[in-house]
């Protein structure tokens, strides 16, 4: 503790005068105190981590909104007053999941892949920009123009694609900011575009009556961003350094000068051990521990990414907020949250919320915090993959790319996956988030916008057994593998998921606001075919005692033949029916 106490900055003491100075109406600083200085570099992994369970998790100290709620989960689970039942209601959102990676059409990752000597992403920035040491990512910023972006044309796109919020980045892993932002100089107002994208979305959003959030991947920025002080191994170029070393000073007569490279890259952490390897070894973060060497830098580092988020949550009043990550939050000392351990993501929430009462009158917003255990005021989320069982334990939604997460070519665009990955959320009692990719000039594929149109008249027709709705005694049953049930395959969607095949008697259920249960086939029945629902034979324990009253098909307004027996709900796929993707039988009962 003495050495904690002993490197305590000043970073405290310039905040709370920047803030008395600007009197009780806004808690958020005018401007960030200057980066601390660093203490001089050790050789490349040569520097082991503080261990991150004796460390203790230290309080930033931030000033914030008044109200009922403290940076603490503790006055957060206390305060709260549970998940909107908008969420539940609104079932199927769009990902804006777009930025300036999206300029070298690499996929996910571009800023960082670019300074990596065998990757795609190197290849692509070579042919399209040049060398990491001439022409590296601040200088993709600057060239990137997204002039086909129409941020409301493509929301009502989305809004009659039956999406019912937006998920709208705020900042990936590379750092720059997509707002006028107070605390990142590197943002598209200043660099690239010169346009408050996230205004443009939020005011499109506003327009359609559709919900957003804004999205916050910068926890782990500094040491996802190492590959930019490294230099090619090998060829011509090889110990030439990247551009993730230059300093402000080297920005004289530049484009760039008065920026700070620092705050873009951040700075060199490679002398810890595992940082240099896990930056040129697929995604995963280095190993978990403290940047102990570096703890003012740390705490200025945690300061700057709470306050990036409280600037959004105090000028662009979004319905949700969401933080990145592979373990319970930012900053806990391990996974993504590597590096430091504090209470930014609780003073970030406390903040917010405390706001959303002084503003709306009400807390009826929440936060997004990836693979956080069930807390009240915290929704979890996860990529790709359905969990094996209903889980109506917490709130939560399924996330996952149509291609990737950013623009590459020669995507699969297939409307039955999405649809497909929507019920396999919802049958679980979640919500799904499907991002849709757009190219750097801000516009769409054709076939993706026919996609997405394809979809929208789907969920026209069967949207009340999604809208709404709740898992019922059982999620579906089916074809079996290996003791499971068949369920789509994880991963973006693309060629695989277009390819796999179900049957009509692959079948998904969910309970309705009405109490109608309704059944999705995951594949169309052949006309007259009849399909076989065994979770409503007659004495199912998943009926507990009710009486099937009627049965219908979305959708078909013809009569429907249909018979309860003890073998199952047998029902005859009309031959005069012409649906798509998946029929859906609505089941009302009575006692």
């Not at 960082?112 to 040491?133: C, I």
């Not at 309704?518 to 979770?535: D, K, L, N």
């Not at 429907?560 to 012409?578: C, E, R």
């Amino acid at each position: 503790m003495t050495l904690r106490r002993a490197l305590i900055t000043t970073l405290a003491l310039l905040l709370a005068e920047s803030i008395l100075a600007q009197g009780q109406d806004d808690v958020l600083p005018k401007q960030l105190p200057p980066i601390p200085d660093t203490p001089a570099r050790q050789e490349v992994n040569t520097v082991r981590m503080a261990d991150p369970d004796t460390f203790m998790e230290e309080d930033l100290g931030l000033a914030i909104t008044d109200g009922p709620f403290r940076p603490s989960w503790e006055s957060i689970e206390k305060n709260y007053p549970g998940t909107p039942q908008w969420l539940r209601d609104a079932k199927f959102g769009i990902w804006v999941h777009f930025g300036p990676q999206s300029a070298g059409e690499s996929g996910d990752w571009y800023a960082r892949n670019l300074y990596k000597q065998r990757h795609r992403a190197y290849k692509n920035h070579l042919e399209r920009y040049g060398h990491p040491t001439e022409v590296g990512y601040k200088d993709v910023l600057r060239t990137w123009n997204p002039q086909w972006l129409d941020p409301e044309r493509l929301t009502a796109l989305y809004q009659k694609a039956g999406a019912r919020f937006l998920m709208l980045q705020g900042v990936h892993h590379d750092n720059y900011d997509l707002w006028n932002s107070r605390y990142q100089p590197w943002n598209s107002v200043n660099i690239g575009p010169k346009r408050d994208l996230l205004r443009e979305w939020a005011d499109a959003c506003r327009k359609h009556g559709m919900r957003y959030g804004v999205t916050f991947h910068h926890e782990y920025t500094w040491w996802w961003w190492q590959t930019a002080f490294g230099s090619d191994k090998q060829g011509d170029k090889a110990g030439q350094p990247y551009d993730g070393r230059l300093t402000m000073a080297d920005g004289k007569g530049t484009w760039w000068e008065g920026y700070d490279p620092r705050l873009l890259y951040g700075i060199d952490l490679r002398d810890y051990e595992t940082v240099e390897e896990k930056a040129h070894t697929g995604w995963s973060p280095p190993k978990a521990g403290i940047f102990w060497r570096h703890l003012d830098y740390a705490r200025w580092y945690a300061t700057q990414w709470a306050l990036r988020i409280m600037d959004v949550t105090a000028h662009y009043d979004p319905d949700f907020i969401y933080t990145d990550g592979t373990v319970e939050g930012p900053f806990t000392g391990n996974g993504t949250g590597t590096g430091f351990k504090c209470n930014a993501m609780q003073t970030v929430m406390a903040d917010y919320y405390n706001r959303c009462l002084k503003n709306r009158g009400e807390v009826n917003t929440f936060s997004i915090i990836k693979f956080r255990h069930p807390t009240n005021g915290a929704v979890n989320t996860a990529e790709f993959s359905f969990p094996d069982t209903i889980n109506a334990v917490q709130p939560w939604i399924r996330e996952a790319p149509v291609g990737d997460w950013f623009y590459a070519p020669g995507f699969t665009y297939d409307a039955a996956s999405m649809v497909r990955f929507i019920i396999e959320s919802v049958c679980r009692d979640g919500n799904a988030c499907l991002n849709i990719c757009i190219k750097p000039d801000g516009s769409i594929e054709e076939a993706c916008t026919a996609m997405l149109e394809q979809v929208g008249r789907w969920m026209s027709l069967n949207g009340e057994a999604v809208y709404g709705s709740k898992a019922w005694q059982t999620l579906g049953e089916g074809e079996m593998v290996k003791g499971k049930l068949k369920t789509l395959l994880g991963g973006g969607l693309g060629k695989r998921h277009a390819e796999f095949r179900f049957n009509a008697q692959d079948i998904r259920f969910t309970e309705g606001k009405s109490g109608a249960l309704y059944a999705f086939t995951m594949e169309v029945p052949a006309a007259g075919q009849t399909v076989a629902i065994r979770s409503m034979a007659k004495g199912s324990p998943h009926l507990r005692g009710k009486k099937l009253k009627k049965v219908s098909l979305l959708g078909y307004d013809g009569k429907l033949h249909w018979q309860q027996t003890a073998d199952g709900l047998l029902v005859t796929y009309p031959k005069d029916a012409s649906l798509s993707i998946s029929a859906v039988f609505r089941i009302d009962t009575r006692p």
